[in-house]
């Protein structure tokens, strides 16, 4: 989900689009040479990036964008709640991979008269919360309000693999860490829609527009438990996971029941809402999930359906998946 639309996702596949831009960067980047990849390295077209540094080891890296009028709408948000958007929504592509996060780059660009140091609390807040340091950063005059975040972490050398969007196997069962739609509701109803839910219903929505949660424990739990691939919820759950069965090869059968719906949304702002950094898992082990899950005092995992060996086959509830998510158009 991005504000400005949530609801008609833009054409995709075009020039301009998103993520034929990101191939064609890509290619351009491998092309001009740099270190070599080591084996076992990750670079564009993950959730994050892992690079092995010489005399050092594997680091992972990400870095996120929020945009005011494109991820949040600085009328519906306080300056704390962006500080803290901007840093959870970077570190969620570290729990995606299954790594912890150690260090942050904040920068902002900021009209003239914004509450930049109120920014910053948000974005300590959330970080204290994570358990990172914002170690630098930098600092512009903008006439739009622009948030830059670069998460560094790594992940235990434990004897499980950073979890990847690739990883995913016919046959594997796919859960999702939480209930959808409440980043998309939270909008809605900031906005004046029309709700009769009662008042902690509507302040719950809100507060997960306004601070989602990046689920690093989860995703690091998941990782030891034996998951196959991962990606976090940013661009709505359908459209996630079809990044994740592209990536892997494989066909989707859905099922996606009222337990995937958070109180207060609807089926389709669950389905096709983004920016909810709950994580989408694969795994040949659901019974092992779930129970790493119940030991480590978390939530339990909702299933959603399984991977096929169809590639390019996807269905949700019996019939074709429908369109939703979003992308970015240049």
Not at 156 to 171: E, K, V
Not at 282 to 301: I, M
Request: a negative charge.
């Amino acid at each position: 989900m991005q504000t400005p639309n949530s609801e008609e996702p833009p054409e995709s596949g075009g020039r301009g689009d998103e993520f034929a831009l990101i191939e064609r960067l890509r290619d351009r980047f491998e092309s001009a040479g740099g270190p070599s990849i080591h084996p076992g390295d990750l670079w564009i077209g993950d959730d994050a990036a892992a690079v092995t540094l010489p005399h050092v080891g594997r680091v992972v890296l990400a870095t996120d964008l929020v945009v005011d009028g494109v991820h949040v709408d600085a009328a519906l948000c306080e300056p704390e709640d962006i500080g803290w958007k901007a840093l959870m929504v970077t570190v969620s592509d570290l729990g995606a991979m299954g790594a912890d996060v150690s260090f942050a780059l904040l920068s902002v660009a900021a009209p003239v008269g914004f509450a930049i140091e109120r920014l910053g609390a948000g974005v300590a807040e959330a970080a204290a919360i994570v358990g990172c340091a914002v170690v630098g950063g930098d600092l512009s005059a903008s006439p739009v309000l622009v948030v830059s975040v670069t998460a560094v972490g790594s992940v235990p050398d434990d004897g499980h693999a950073l979890l990847r969007r690739d990883g995913a196997r016919a046959g594997d069962h796919l859960f999702v860490t939480g209930p959808l739609g409440g980043s998309s509701a939270g909008l809605r109803l900031l906005r004046g829609g029309d709700s009769g839910d009662s008042g902690v219903v509507q302040s719950e929505l809100a507060a997960a527009y306004r601070r989602p949660m990046a689920r690093m424990v989860e995703g690091s739990v998941a990782r030891r438990a034996g998951a196959t691939a991962c990606i976090d919820i940013s661009d709505g759950l359908l459209a996630d996971l079809v990044h994740v069965a592209e990536a892997s090869g494989v066909g989707l059968e859905l099922e996606a029941g009222e337990s995937v719906v958070v109180a207060g949304a609807t089926r389709h702002e669950a389905l096709a809402g983004g920016e909810e950094y709950e994580l989408v898992l694969a795994t040949p082990d659901p019974d092992g999930l779930v129970e790493a899950f119940r030991a480590a005092g978390l939530r339990p995992p909702l299933a959603i359906g399984r991977c096929t060996g169809e590639d390019g086959v996807y269905s949700l509830d019996g019939g074709p998946l429908p369109e939703g998510g979003w992308r970015h158009q240049f």
